[in-house]
């Protein structure tokens, strides 16, 4: 079965800073999608960004990239320039392309920016 | 955009008692998921359904029933509830494809007492 783990419960970082959010994941397959979303106060879901396992280029949304090392099955984000409202619970997930196709989503990560 | 609404954002729930969830989607999707969330726990899976009248046991489906009669609905029931299932519920759907955005509710925080 797939695992996805986050081992950073908290981080913190400096408005304006960069910071950059771990996960590794376990796997067998050798196509599948990797996610990062984004979990403010409100409870709403937001997708970060995806990344197709198929693809070498490193995924991008503005501020938001990823490092995908694919033998390694590590998967970081990377927020540049820090905001206040990135401020939230980040969860890493997997999703396979074969069988059932569930999101298979790691433990969070709790980021908070300091002014 | 996709609208999934959960019909309730806090719930509070004797042990024993039934309890519904309920979950409604807006735009046609063929899969809807119920997942729980835990502190240090993330989001694990509890069931799931591909179409209509059909589901899936997820990864932790023991105390839980779900009801799929209508395509946009997709219901998780709590048989009897337990202390241990305390905990915030989130639905999800999407369309078919493993690469299709996933649409969450605003979850239900669920106590029992």
């Known amino acids: 079965a797939q695992t996805v783990t986050q081992s950073q419960p908290e981080m913190s970082v400096q408005e304006a800073e960069t910071v950059t959010l771990s996960c590794t994941y376990d796997?067998?397959?050798?196509?599948?999608?990797l996610f990062w979303y984004k979990q403010p106060p409100s409870r709403q879901m937001i997708l970060v960004i995806r990344q197709e396992a198929y693809k070498q280029q490193n995924a991008t949304e503005n501020r938001f990239s990823v490092n995908f090392q694919k033998a390694a099955k590590s998967f970081s984000l990377k927020i540049s320039d820090s905001q206040l409202g990135d401020a939230a619970m980040y969860f890493c997930?997997?999703?396979?392309?074969?069988?059932?196709?569930?999101?298979?989503f790691g433990q969070g990560t709790r980021l908070t920016i300091n002014p | 955009d996709v609208k999934v609404t959960q019909s309730s954002r806090y719930l509070v729930k004797r042990t024993g008692e039934k309890v519904f969830l309920e979950c409604v989607q807006d735009m046609d999707h063929e899969n809807m998921f119920w997942y729980r969330q835990d502190p240090g726990l993330g989001l694990r899976l509890i069931y799931f359904s591909y179409d209509v009248k059909m589901k899936e046991k997820g990864d932790i489906p023991e105390g839980y029933s779900v009801s799929r009669e209508k395509k946009e609905r997709f219901s998780l029931i709590l048989e009897s509830a337990s202390t241990n299932q305390t905990s915030m519920y989130l639905c999800?759907?999407?369309?078919?494809?493993?690469?299709?955005?996933?649409?969450f509710g605003s979850g239900t925080q669920l106590s029992v007492l």
């Open positions: 997930a997997y999703r396979g392309i074969q069988g059932a196709q569930k999101l298979v």
């Open positions: 999800a759907s999407r369309l078919g494809g493993a690469n299709e955005k996933l649409f």
């Open positions: 796997t067998s397959e050798s196509d599948y999608y």
